[in-house]
């Protein structure tokens, strides 16, 4: 009994946002219909921190509108009720116009933080407002970047011994938890929305901003591979490279619990590779396939070793759609002794062999193989199809678990029309950089 009722009377902080997605849709319109986003495909917005952005939100230009008032205020008032706070404060300059209209919804007093004290007043003026350290209390704002301009009401509320709350409208998801950490600040954060969805909606629900130039993706032979790091990690990095026009491949990052929809929220930055490899029983591949329909990625592998039937089923399961069912020949990790032991052939002839076999009766949409002969090879027996080369690298860089590599230019020499690479570009100072770097000066592609 004492579980529950703790679990009743004291609920853990919220987990999630404020905001649920049909009103996070409603948000984004709201701000943009109100005129408070600014938007570039170019990504050249700046930001008060540094750095440069696609889409900046200006919510304090709401002041200008009394429906955007009053609209953003019925969003902030409920996230206020729902975590039971007896007060609440605004940060001047910021989103202060909207205090009287969430006091008028909430019933609650509100207080106001400077950012320095007011000196020759008795109080000091540094909180405007009646406040005792049993108070429960909100801080809002409009949205959190790195976090670092919430330290001073923070410090100014613990202090009085008061451990805060913060209310943001959007989480630009930039290094703030670090910098809160860095800074020694404990202060729940409770968002209605973030950055990504905020760019989901403008490209792919309001059609505000494209996802890219489509000269770009269309010049752009590259695929990223995104293996091997959490969301967290991925998204500024695939937030950065959205106007190159690369395709980005996943294939653990399916797995991931937090993220429902993961080949959707992707695909908000590039084409997505669906990097699967399937190879089962042909029903199983079909089913597979098919929770993949609702956002279409561009291409999905299965093995050719999994036989012709199971192929066909992965095509039949993305009728109508514009996917692409790519078949894994070998391995690029796979020598000639490992195909021998494998498939009973050295490696060019077992290449060969689950090529053939991944073609019968109309078969695959193109292969993923090695750049050297081999795509050269099946090049010219399958004329037409996609050719994904894995692992290819820059002049002189380290193969790590790859056998049979090539350069980029090779690759593309050879035959492949698509390029798999991804520590050389994650692990950059500046990926888009480095991308730009080797389209341009190794695989002479003018952008």
Known sequence: MT??????YNPDFPVGHFLDPSEQKQLVAGLAYYGLLKLSNARDLPLKKGGFTDIYINIRDSRNNHEATAFLASLYAPAMTRLGVNRFADIPQAVS???GSIAERTRLPMITIREQAKEGRATKGLIIGDIKPSDRVAIFD???????SKAAPYFALSAMGIMPYLIVMVDRQQGWKQKFAQLGINM??????DLHTVRRHVIDTFKLMRRCDPAMEAKNPFIVSLDGKPWEEILPLIDVLRPSGSIFKINDLLHDQHRTHIVRDIGVYGKVMVDFKGHDIPETVYNTCLRYREHPPWAVTVHASGNSEMVRAAMKAFTGTPTKVLAVT????????????????KRPRTVENLAAIASEDGGCHGFVCSGKKEVAALR???PGRIFVTPGTRSPGAETHDQKNVVTHAEALKNGATHLVAGRQ????PDPAAELKRVMTEELGIAL
């Not at 729940?188 to 929305?193: G, N, R």
């Not at 570009?425 to 950059?428: C, I």
């Open 3 to 8: 579980n529950l009722k703790e679990a009743l």
């Open 380 to 382: 010219a027996t399958f």
């Open 188 to 193: 729940p954060v409770w968002s209605a929305t």
């Open 425 to 428: 570009f994650l692990r950059a």
């Open 97 to 99: 116009h909207l205090t």
């Open 330 to 345: 070998a391995l690029t990790s796979l020598d000639d002794n490992a195909c021998k032991t494998i498939y009973g052939n």
């Open 142 to 148: 409009d949205v959190i970047t790195d976090g670092g």
